[in-house]
């Protein structure tokens, strides 16, 4: 069981007055992603779903694309071990079905729990590889609804509610139904999560549904969403000029610093109804 929250003793002070307790803090820890028994990525990442952050990184990487691209997706528990012996379950081996190929060693590299896309050569690479024509997707959105998702998410965070130190991401209706929710220190790895989990229920391309997320919009979420097929991807706080510049070229709906009754809509505004 993957062990999310740790214990740590804290001081706290307030009015100038100590006081000794103990604090609950996210876990976070590396992940080591192998692809048909060769090192691809290490990520730093909270512990759980690992085998969907696994598939949706590979995902957002070109590599898979379907459920029948992978023939398996498992932990490697003796890979990595603690320092009494136990196994840390620290490395996923994701094993392709013949017909996919494996990605090349020199893409391997570590990517920290506040990057994206680490590695990738050039802009116009991560532009050119979605499958996904999210320009044509004919979702409309009522504003009211699209207002209360930050709030939603919040609601449905059970991790962050003792820890206040986990990203989310939520896939959510046209309707603004919750239709999967993942938690994590970085805020690509809970998108990643929530890609992972879609593709091993067959259900992408995400037509008609929405990304909802904590903290900002970069351009690596809104390249993972494009990649994923969602036509909307709405954040609590602010956009980069990248992602907005990014979300206009696919024909995405891109929305920030989602609060309370209020919205900004940078790109894909057609897709809100008066």
């Not at 990595?80 to 990605?103: F, I, K, W, Y």
Request: aromatic share 4%; glycine share 10%.
């Amino acid at each position: 069981m993957a062990t999310m929250t740790a214990r740590r003793p804290v001081i706290r002070v307030s009015n100038g007055r100590r006081v000794h307790r103990p604090d609950t803090l996210a876990v976070e820890e590396p992940l080591e992603i192998r692809v048909n028994g060769d090192a691809f990525t290490v990520t730093m990442r909270t512990p759980g779903h690992d085998l969907e952050l696994a598939l949706g990184f590979l995902a957002a990487e070109g590599v898979i694309r379907h459920p029948d691209d992978v023939r398996s997706a498992v932990h490697c528990p003796d890979a990595a071990r603690d320092a009494d012996g136990s196994p840390t379950h620290n490395v996923v081996e994701v094993t392709l079905a013949p017909a996919v190929a494996a990605p090349g060693r020199s893409r391997h590299r570590q990517v920290s729990s506040a990057c994206g896309i680490c590695g990738t050569r050039s802009i116009d690479e991560v532009r050119g590889r979605s499958a996904y024509d999210v320009a044509a997707d004919p979702v409309r959105l009522d504003p009211a609804v699209l207002a209360r998702l930050p709030e939603r998410l919040r609601t449905a965070q059970r991790v962050f509610a003792s820890t206040g130190g986990l990203h989310a991401a939520g896939l959510f209706t046209a309707d603004g139904d919750l239709v999967c929710l993942r938690e994590d220190v970085g805020r690509h790895n809970a998108v990643d999560k929530v890609v992972g989990w879609a593709l091993g229920q067959g259900r992408l391309p995400l037509t008609g549904h929405l990304l909802q997320v904590s903290g900002r919009a970069s351009f690596e979420l809104v390249q993972k969403a494009w990649l994923a097929g969602c036509p909307v991807l709405a954040a609590v706080s602010a956009p980069s000029s990248l992602a907005a510049d990014l979300a206009a070229d696919a024909g995405l709906t891109l929305v920030g610093f989602s609060r309370g009754e209020s919205f900004n809509v940078y790109t894909g505004e057609q897709r809100l109804l008066e």
